[in-house]
């Protein structure tokens, strides 16, 4: 499946010289949506996994149907003061900025089998981030999924050690 043929490039967004990579004319497309959403769960099908986390916003589009369809629990990691109870708290640097995560503390139990999935991976700081977060709980990541990865910025090299799919490259 050709899935970079779905997604739609703008230039200088959010900020003057980013290339944003919309997914949006991918997810409008029914079957398209469905092949990547099939194409991460079948990847990890026999990984065990016990909670998916979804970092906001848009790996949620992507993190709660791979959670349905491997049968395990959904769990989101937002931006501060979204969680309404009592949190882990995570920063990082973005391409351009910073910013921080959340995770609800009781989230993950100690040993569940965790697959991260997030829309991108730039620079790996929010993927770092997430990791750090699930490790403070004490899950075990068997995997990590993304839509996008940008090879060119060198997110993966964060990631050694872990069982990485990137959908498209750039």
């Known amino acids: 499946?050709?899935?970079?043929?779905?997604?739609?490039?703008i230039p200088d967004f959010?900020?003057?010289?980013?290339l944003f990579y919309d997914i949006t004319t991918l997810?409008?497309?029914?079957?398209?949506y469905a092949r990547a959403i099939d194409k991460i769960s079948n990847f990890y099908q026999d990984d065990g996994v016990n909670k998916?986390?979804?970092?906001e916003s848009r790996g949620f589009i992507l993190g709660a149907?791979?959670?349905?369809?491997?049968?395990?629990?959904?769990?989101?990691?937002?931006k501060p003061g979204k969680l309404p109870s009592d949190i882990y708290e995570a920063k990082y640097n973005l391409?351009?900025?910073?910013?921080?995560?959340?995770?609800?503390?009781?989230?993950?139990?100690?040993?569940?089998?965790?697959?991260i999935v997030d829309d991108l991976l730039a620079t790996g700081g929010t993927i770092s981030a997430t990791v750090d977060l699930v490790k403070q709980l004490g899950g075990v990541i068997v995997g990590i999924a993304f839509l996008i990865e940008l090879t060119g910025l060198k997110g993966r090299s964060k990631l050694d050690g872990y069982n990485v799919l990137s959908l498209v490259s750039y």
């Open 1 to 9: 499946m050709d899935f970079k043929s779905r997604i739609r490039e």
């Open 14 to 18: 959010p900020k003057k010289g980013i």
């Open 65 to 78: 149907p791979v959670a349905y369809n491997l049968r395990a629990g959904f769990v989101p990691v937002r």
């Open 95 to 115: 391409e351009y900025g910073s910013d921080s995560l959340t995770i609800h503390r009781d989230a993950l139990t100690t040993g569940e089998r965790v697959l």
């Open 27 to 32: 997810l409008k497309d029914p079957s398209t």
């Open 52 to 55: 998916v986390v979804a970092i």
